[in-house]
């Protein structure tokens, strides 16, 4: 018992030691480490519909995946001045101001949702957008003192079959090789540019990858294997690095997984609307046990206050980390800041949805977008304390 006792001490001593000198969060057993050695208990939210829109986020019930929304917003307003929206949107969305009140409300943690096409052309020129306001983020959220965790959302091709993830209504990435090639590219660039970062909590390789519907037979077995030829390239460029690995049929299922196939491994499910006693996460629980490996609950919440702090309280009994979904929304009380609905938006909803072929006057499309982009700044919006107090944070002033 004793020498077990030592060795055990002595590996201990060896993973402090290796977090130390790397100064990045490494995973310790079931745990997430920082640094110094302490266990990192993640309590994360989701900066969503910034640089990945998602059709619901807009109150668009047709015009859903981002392809779809982007098309919207230039009949809406033209190409030229839908250019100058999406610019003016994405620098508002999320600000400073924005990380320095997500900190200060008690959260240690932002994930934050990226698609493809904002870093690289289809031809994997890595150049876009995305990059400058990545960058500025992670300069914010290391001033702040907040961890980030980087997630493809919507990955070449598709990987989830779902609007969500920009494809065409199936996961091509795992069908085509030149798709999940710029996937592999992408992930490496990003590790590249940002190797040895303190601020990444971790690469979170794929959202909500194969959905249930799709052939899972054929595509599951492609998930590791995949995941395996990521975290290789992602090594190479940033070696220290936590890669967490999302399960599949909308992260619900890590049946398809065996052992951990490489050191600093961590592995995400998302759960929504879900049984908040210990059933609803017992098969997650077993593979956690069984492999001895970390557990986060990367994707939650859009419910009540009440099933928030439910859930919430049973997977810290657990000692798993979360990240609620979303950060920011229009007009709804299940999310940290709501969003107000301007004038004339349902019109503007009708339009994009299809709804109605008559365009909305100029008047009211630029009353509408104006207000939009104004609502959007943390001061304009209206801050939802009691969602706040439901995550155990900061309550109302």
Same mark, same amino acid.
């Given at each position: 018992?004793?020498?077990?006792?030592?060795?055990?001490?002595?590996?201990?001593?060896?993973?402090?030691?290796?977090?130390?000198?790397?100064?990045?969060?490494?995973?310790?057993?079931?745990?997430?480490?920082?640094?110094?050695?302490?266990?990192?208990?993640?309590?994360?939210?989701?900066?969503?519909?910034?640089?990945? !829109?998602?059709?619901? =986020?807009?109150?668009?019930?047709?015009?859903?995946?981002?392809?779809?929304?982007?098309?919207?917003?230039?009949?809406?307003? #033209?190409?030229?001045?839908?250019?100058?929206?999406?610019?003016?949107?994405? &620098?508002?969305?999320?600000?400073?101001?924005?990380?320095?009140?997500?900190?200060? *409300?008690?959260?240690?943690? *932002?994930?934050? $949702?990226?698609?493809?096409?904002?870093?690289?052309?289809?031809?994997?020129?890595?150049? #876009?957008?995305?990059?400058?306001?990545?960058?500025?983020?992670?300069?914010?959220?290391?001033?702040?003192?907040?961890?980030?965790?980087?997630?493809?959302?919507?990955?070449?091709?598709?990987?989830?079959?779902?609007?969500?993830?920009?494809? $065409?209504?199936?996961?091509?990435?795992?069908?085509?090789?030149?798709?999940? &090639?710029?996937?592999?590219?992408?992930?490496?660039?990003?590790?590249?540019?940002?190797?040895?970062?303190?601020?990444?909590?971790?690469?979170?390789?794929?959202?909500?990858?194969?959905?249930?519907?799709?052939? *899972?037979?054929?595509?599951?077995?492609?998930?590791?294997?995949?995941?395996?030829?990521?975290?290789?390239?992602?090594?190479?460029?940033?070696?220290?690095?936590?890669?967490?690995?999302?399960?599949?049929?909308?992260?619900?299922?890590?049946?398809?997984?065996? !052992?951990?196939?490489?050191?600093?491994?961590?592995?995400?499910?998302?759960?929504?609307?879900?049984?908040?006693?210990?059933?609803?996460?017992? %098969?997650?629980?077993?593979?956690?046990?069984?492999?001895? *490996? $970390?557990?986060? /609950?990367?994707?939650?919440?859009?419910?009540? &206050?009440?099933?928030?702090?439910?859930?919430?309280?049973?997977?810290? =009994?657990?000692?798993?980390?979360?990240?609620?979904?979303?950060?920011?929304?229009?007009?709804?009380?299940?999310?940290?800041?709501?969003?107000?609905?301007?004038?004339?938006?349902?019109?503007?909803?009708?339009?994009?949805?299809?709804?109605?072929?008559?365009?909305?006057? &100029?008047?009211?499309?630029?009353?509408?977008?104006?207000?939009?982009?104004?609502?959007? %700044?943390?001061?304009?919006?209206?801050?939802?304390?009691?969602?706040?107090?439901? /995550?155990?944070?900061?309550?109302?002033?």
């Amino acid at each position: 018992m004793r020498l077990l006792l030592a060795v055990w001490v002595a590996l201990l001593s060896l993973v402090v030691s290796a977090a130390a000198e790397t100064g990045l969060v490494r995973t310790q057993g079931k745990h997430f480490v920082t640094p110094d050695g302490k266990v990192l208990h993640i309590k994360g939210i989701s900066l969503g519909n910034w640089l990945m !829109p998602e059709g619901y =986020m807009f109150k668009f019930e047709v015009a859903k995946a981002p392809r779809q929304i982007y098309g919207a917003f230039e009949r809406l307003l #033209g190409a030229e001045r839908a250019a100058s929206f999406w610019a003016e949107y994405r &620098d508002r969305y999320i600000a400073e101001d924005d990380i320095r009140f997500i900190k200060s *409300v008690g959260f240690n943690t *932002v994930r934050i $949702p990226l698609h493809w096409a904002l870093f690289t052309t289809a031809d994997g020129t890595m150049t #876009g957008p995305g990059w400058a306001l990545l960058d500025r983020v992670l300069g914010w959220a290391r001033a702040a003192g907040l961890y980030a965790i980087l997630d493809i959302h919507a990955a070449p091709g598709g990987q989830t079959g779902i609007n969500h993830d920009d494809g $065409p209504g199936y996961p091509l990435m795992f069908y085509v090789p030149r798709h999940r &090639d710029l996937t592999v590219a992408l992930w490496q660039a990003i590790a590249r540019r940002y190797t040895g970062n303190p601020e990444i909590l971790g690469y979170d390789v794929l959202n909500e990858p194969i959905a249930p519907y799709h052939d *899972v037979a054929t595509l599951n077995p492609r998930l590791e294997p995949f995941y395996r030829r990521v975290t290789e390239a992602i090594r190479a460029v940033d070696p220290g690095r936590i890669v967490i690995l999302a399960a599949g049929q909308w992260s619900s299922s890590f049946d398809m997984f065996g !052992p951990p196939f490489a050191e600093n491994l961590a592995y995400t499910y998302h759960s929504f609307w879900a049984s908040t006693k210990r059933d609803s996460i017992q %098969r997650h629980l077993n593979f956690s046990n069984r492999y001895n *490996v $970390p557990l986060f /609950l990367g994707e939650t919440g859009e419910l009540t &206050d009440e099933w928030n702090e439910r859930f919430r309280k049973l997977h810290e =009994m657990h000692g798993i980390g979360w990240s609620f979904w979303t950060y920011k929304n229009l007009d709804t009380p299940s999310t940290v800041v709501s969003i107000a609905r301007p004038d004339g938006w349902n019109e503007i909803v009708a339009f994009a949805d299809g709804r109605t072929k008559v365009k909305p006057s &100029d008047d009211v499309i630029q009353r509408a977008t104006t207000q939009y982009l104004d609502s959007m %700044r943390l001061p304009n919006a209206t801050i939802r304390w009691s969602y706040l107090q439901s /995550l155990g944070l900061k309550a109302a002033p």
